[in-house]
């Protein structure tokens, strides 16, 4: 089935280390990819996107993220992580055509630890 | 340009109560979703419309119902309320099927 997985339920990471979230698809194409961010108590923000071309793509707040059609991932980094950075982040996917929603992986829960 | 918004904030409801959640976008969106989220389960589409007057199931829509009479709105109806639809309710829009989703922010229900 088409879909989303994030593989890691929760990371921990000290303030200013660096950060990489992961995020497999597997659509048979390539797929549109976006990452969003949901802080304590809020709706879920977007970061991100990847539709074509580059496949480093730059986001809001210091983010970016891969494509990788080889190893089918398109994770999510950050050199240095702010405590501010601390929520739940969730990783989307559709294909290109034949799609009605975007489909939504089942989240990483970031704590930063000072 | 208030992007989507959703009322109320909070609620809660006896089993066997009924009601509306609402929901608005003022961005002439389309696409409209209503999804739950529960701990650790991420998101769960429960409808969407392409369009007003076209709704469709999502993947848990038992329980709920939708209308879309105009672009702008998009309520979901809970009719005899069950515990397990305790959950925080999200609603989101899009320009297509694919596109990012702009999302409310949000309503916590809780069914006692």
């Known amino acids: 089935a088409q879909s989303v997985t994030q593989p890691d339920i929760h990371i921990t990471v000290s303030e200013g280390a660096s950060l990489e979230l992961r995020c497999n698809y597997s659509y048979g194409a390539t797929p549109y990819l976006f990452w969003y961010v949901q802080s304590p108590g809020q709706g879920l923000q977007l970061l991100l996107k990847y539709f074509s071309g580059d496949t480093l793509v730059q986001g809001i707040k210091g983010f970016e993220a891969e494509f990788k059609r080889s190893q089918s991932s398109f994770n999510l980094r950050k050199p240095s992580v702010h405590w501010s950075d601390a929520a739940e982040y969730f990783c989307a996917g559709a294909p290109q055509t034949g799609a009605n929603n975007l489909f939504f992986g089942t989240g990483t829960r970031l704590t930063v630890i000072p | 340009n208030a992007g989507v918004t959703q009322t109320p904030k909070f609620r809660i409801l006896k089993i066997g109560q009924s009601m509306t959640l609402q929901c608005a976008q003022d961005m002439n969106h389309n696409y409209m979703y209503w999804y739950r989220q529960d701990p650790g389960m991420g998101l769960k589409l429960i409808y969407y419309s392409v369009g007003a007057g076209i709704t469709d199931k999502g993947e848990v829509p038992n329980g709920y119902n939708v209308s879309r009479s105009t672009t702008e709105d998009f309520p979901l109806r809970l009719e005899l309320a069950a515990p397990s639809q305790t959950s925080v309710y999200f609603c989101?829009?899009?320009?297509?099927?694919?596109?990012?989703?702009?999302f409310g922010p949000g309503t916590r229900l809780t069914v006692t």
């Open positions: 989101a829009s899009s320009r297509g099927p694919a596109a990012e989703q702009y």
